[in-house]
Structures are given as C-alpha cells and as structure tokens.
C-alpha cells in the first residue's frame, strides 16, 4: 500500500509570494496518477490537479502541479488571499484503498 | 451545477447503527462510481468505501471493513453508507465524493458538503 507524505505540515507565506508544496510516494505511481485537493476551513474538498499537472475546471493558472514517479509538487505563484487553505495529494488510477496525504496547511504570514 | 447532497448524519451511541444517503443532481449518475470520505475533528481525509457505477463492486478501507456497507439506488441517483457497530473513531465529517469514472479508478471530482456523525455515550 502506497504511503503519501506531504511536506511542510504548515507553510507560511504572504500574499503575492510563490507556494511550493511536496507530495512524495513511497513506491512509484504509475502514469503520475496524482490529485491534488484544497479544502478551506468549514467547507469541503475542492479537486485542484488531477494527472499530477492537469488543473481541474475552474482552477486558476496560478496552480501549477508537476512530478513524476514519486515525488510531486503543487505550486502556487502570486499568492491571494482565498488561497491560504489545507492540501492534500491523493493517488488514483489504479484499485482500492485511494490514499491521501496527511495535508499541508498554507497560512498566511 | 452538479451538485452533491449528503444527509443522515447525528449523534449515536457507541455500538449502534447509523444511515447516510447522498443525492446526487444534474449528472447521469448512473455513470459515476461513488466514494465515501470522512474527516474526524482536526484531522486530514481518510478514504471510507467505494462502488463502482452499477453497484457490481465495492470496497472498503480496513477501518470500516464488516462494519460499513455501500449501496446505491441508480433510479433514485442517491449512495448510501450503512454505518453498524459505531465506534467514538468513527465520529467525523462524512463526504459523498463523485469518481471521475465508473470504475472507481479515477479522482474525485465532485463533493459534497458533508454530513457530521457523531459517536458518543
């Protein structure tokens, strides 16, 4: 069973700043089946990145996802306020049980 | 828009059981695998159960395994989650999750608000 580890547990920046957030497997994911989810406090997940680079509909261009094999990472250039919220990485395409990362939590300086 | 509604959450006793259901609108829902996703207090996500689009599979995480049972009802575009012999780690927000698939094997794409279960004496 694939462990996901997300580093840091928490990242503070000011708006206007670039994000840099790690996701790493521990064994290979095939074919960079790779999620990306945020999720503000109060509401539920939001898909960001799915395909470790694709964006989901909707999402801004400042989201840019990129990585392969087992390490990823979600990055955020030119920080909004709106942005500051926790992210998870999840694998998929592939069987049961679907892992998430234990978050990062991106807070504002 | 597409649009995910959970419902049947509330407070249980230890050892009870417990049934939430999510409505799903405006997609053929019939398409789509379902996913279960819960979030105890202060916690990150944790995977629950999945079916697959017609039902003909399911799966579980090992934490809800004998416990849970998924279902859904294509004719009334709603998912289910059976909840037996409530545990206090089994208190959480509770998603309903759209797989971008039938098959499961895809990512979530559409959530819902949640609905908040709360195992306690």
């Known amino acids: 069973e694939i462990v996901l580890t997300q580093s840091p547990g928490t990242l503070s920046l000011s708006p206007g700043e670039t994000a840099t957030l790690s996701c790493r497997a521990s064994q290979s994911i095939s074919s960079n089946y790779l999620a990306w989810y945020q999720q503000k406090p109060g509401q539920a997940p939001r898909l960001l990145m799915y395909?470790?680079?694709s964006r989901a509909t909707g999402i801004p261009d400042r989201f840019s996802g990129s990585g392969s094999g087992t390490d990823f990472t979600l990055t955020i250039s030119r920080l909004e306020p709106e942005d500051f919220a926790v992210y998870y990485c999840?694998?998929?395409?592939?069987?049961?049980?679907?892992?998430f990362g234990q978050g990062t939590k991106l807070e504002i300086k | 828009q597409v649009q995910l509604v959970e419902s049947g959450g509330g407070v249980v006793q230890p050892g009870r059981s417990l049934r939430l259901s999510c409505a799903a609108s405006?997609?053929?829902?019939?398409?789509?695998?379902m996913h279960w996703v819960r979030q105890a207090p202060g916690k990150g996500l944790e995977w629950v159960a999945l079916?697959?689009?017609?039902?003909?599979?399911?799966y579980y995480a090992d934490s809800v395994k004998g416990r849970f049972t998924i279902s859904r009802d294509n004719s009334k575009d709603t998912v289910y989650l059976q909840m037996n012999s409530l545990r206090a780690e089994d208190t959480a927000v509770y998603y309903c999750?759209?797989?971008?698939?039938?098959?499961?094997?895809?990512?979530?794409?559409?959530w819902g608000k949640g609905t908040t279960v709360t195992v306690s004496s």
């Open positions: 079916i697959w689009y017609d039902g003909s599979n399911k």
């Open positions: 999750a759209r797989d971008h698939n039938g098959d499961g094997y895809s990512y979530m794409d559409v």
């Open positions: 395909g470790a680079s």
């Open positions: 405006r997609f053929t829902f019939s398409h789509y695998a």
């Open positions: 999840q694998q998929h395409g592939r069987s049961p049980p679907r892992i």
